[in-house]
């Protein structure tokens, strides 16, 4: 059975760095089988989050054929991907697409992640479009089923790694160059 993804808005009084508060709506994502049973995910999964009043204020159904965390990473980016396929009757070539949810820290590394998700795809295709989601967090289903847990924890393992922050000494600059002995000069 394939997944069927909810886009879940939330409106709720949120503190930013500044000690300030301000009404915001975020759009979360959660698995789930019916409107209902989204309506009840996300107000769980806030609940433990969220300590004041929340109000939802929309919920859709979402078109994303496949949701891939990676690790190190704090985005989500909407990937359309067109699968192309040769039409033996028509003798013309088609094109459908998909959309991919991937995570990633810029659009490059989004290309990247979605070249690394589709490399074992056996047919042509193509990434015609990149594009940041407003995706604030993925709330996956679990039924608690033997082998799911471990799944459940690879995915939330990957989705929630922070990326990582290179020290300035850590960093070694490419266009540093050596000095250069002037001529009289020698080494000792």
Same mark, same amino acid.
């Given at each position: !059975?394939?997944? $069927?993804? &909810? ?20 759009? &979360? ?34 078109? &994303? ?32 697409? !998909? ?36 995706? !604030? ?27 990582? $922050? ?23």
């Amino acid at each position: !059975m394939s997944t $069927i993804w &909810y886009e879940c808005k939330v409106k709720y009084r949120k503190t930013d760095e500044t000690g300030g508060q301000k009404v915001t709506t975020e759009p &979360y994502l959660v698995d789930a089988l019916s409107y209902t049973e989204a309506e009840s995910r996300i107000t769980e999964e806030m609940s433990a989050y969220i300590s004041e009043e929340f109000k939802i204020t929309n919920i859709k159904m979402a078109n &994303y054929a496949e949701i891939h965390p990676f690790e190190n990473t704090d985005r989500w980016f909407k990937t359309r991907v067109s699968l192309m396929a040769y039409d033996e009757e028509s003798g013309k070539e088609r094109k459908s697409n !998909m959309y991919l949810l991937i995570q990633a820290n810029d659009v490059k590394e989004a290309f990247d992640n979605t070249v690394h998700v589709m490399k074992t795809t056996m047919g042509e295709y193509s990434i015609p479009a990149i594009s940041e989601s407003p995706i !604030m967090d993925v709330f996956p289903y679990f039924s608690g089923e033997d082998g799911e847990l471990e799944e459940l924890e690879k995915f939330n393992a990957r989705k929630n790694s922070k990326p990582e $922050i290179i020290k300035e000494t850590d960093f070694e600059d490419p266009m540093e160059f050596e000095t250069v002995l002037e001529e009289g000069e020698q080494e000792a």
